[in-house]
């Protein structure tokens, strides 16, 4: 093992930086040249890398964002994977760490399974990838998302509205719920738990009868509400890359709201939730992801993620995490107690929870 490169693939996620960091540190320490491969996979077909080492990445580690860019492409849907295989080999690269998320490690997998030597990073803010207990840029995120909530409070109390907080969480609620719970929002729904649109605005409608002026509603984007008939309040759109476009599911609750009589105001966090520097506990786990991965390369390790499990780093085959989704699971949350539930529109849930399966479910908190 002489020669090790790294790629950063799907969206960005605050640590990223701090991964590479460890990569080339570990990288040096143990004589091995490091390269970074720009834009994900493409950078593989069209032989687009960079040289990285202590001195290059030095200040990389506060850093936000991905300093080799990242693109959403996956080679084999594209019929292009033996290019990448034969990119990695042209590059002359013995081993290479990919930091990404669902749609990475799946892709991860199957070029492990074409014989290359891949060890791949958990990365999303959603931390919806199973094998461990948590993946960096998850702490960041719901940090920017409590901070925000923490300043709502004020507006929402000074005008005696529901003000509906959109936090990202496609298919998995841990933002929302972490958020929420820290956040001290009055309610919080998650894609684990669909819920009736009418119970929701019989909840909001009640407030004042319980006692209360004001609420902070916190809303997953990929939370599932359904009419009476059973329709979704909002479907999510399929973007030409074949990914499903969620969001502004708070903007068509608000108008619910608004029509049964309820003062309610959105507003949708978006991408700064996954923006700007990452906290200090993201980038101690992601210098630890960085520099374990390299080190599994260099014992000759491969077709594995590495993942964190009671603060020890471990590793999880990537079969065990190919195509397969890590859910919020109250059951296993401390504070579950604080989650007490909507009622649960049964089926909701429909094609969206085929082919990803979790751990596990969760609730709409109500309090």
Request: proline fraction near 5%; hydrophobic fraction near 45%; charge should be negative.
């Amino acid at each position: 093992m002489k020669r090790i490169g790294v790629l950063t693939g799907g969206g960005d996620a605050p640590g990223i930086n701090a991964v590479i960091r460890g990569c080339s540190l570990r990288a040096e320490s143990l004589g091995l040249e490091f390269i970074g491969v720009r834009r994900a996979w493409i950078g593989l077909k069209e032989r687009d890398t960079v040289p990285l080492d202590s001195h290059v990445t030095a200040h990389w580690l506060g850093r936000g964002g991905t300093e080799l860019r990242t693109r959403r492409y996956n080679p084999f849907d594209e019929g292009e994977e033996q290019l990448i295989v034969e990119g990695f080999a042209e590059l002359g690269l013995d081993g290479l760490v990919a930091i990404g998320g669902d749609g990475t490690l799946t892709t991860c997998y199957g070029l492990h399974k074409l014989g290359m030597p891949i060890v791949g990073v958990p990365k999303t803010i959603d931390n919806d990838i199973p094998g461990t207990d948590q993946t960096f840029g998850f702490d960041t995120a719901v940090q920017a998302a409590c901070d925000a909530i923490d300043r709502l409070h004020t507006t929402a109390a000074s005008h005696g509205r529901v003000l509906i907080v959109e936090v990202m969480g496609r298919y998995a609620g841990w933002i929302a719920a972490y958020a929420g719970v820290a956040g001290d929002a009055a309610l919080v729904l998650i894609p684990e738990h669909p819920v009736r649109l009418a119970d929701v605005i019989e909840w909001a409608k009640g407030l004042k009868q319980r006692g209360r002026e004001y609420a902070i509603l916190v809303v997953a984007e990929g939370a599932l509400m359904v009419r009476d008939d059973g329709v979704p309040l909002v479907r999510g759109e399929v973007t030409p890359e074949g990914y499903e476009k969620l969001g502004g599911v708070s903007v068509h609750l608000a108008r619910e709201l608004m029509a049964a009589g309820v003062d309610a105001r959105t507003i949708i966090l978006g991408h700064i939730q996954r923006g700007g520097p990452p906290s200090a506990f993201d980038r101690m786990l992601s210098l630890r992801y960085g520099a374990r991965a390299v080190e599994l390369l260099a014992k000759g390790v491969s077709g594995v993620m590495v993942a964190l499990s009671d603060n020890h780093m471990i590793t999880v085959p990537l079969a065990e995490v190919a195509g397969r989704r890590r859910l919020f699971d109250s059951a296993r949350f401390d504070l579950a107690w604080m989650l007490p539930r909507l009622p649960l529109a049964d089926g909701a849930l429909g094609d969206r929870a085929e082919g990803a399966p979790g751990d596990g479910g969760g609730p709409a908190a109500d309090r």
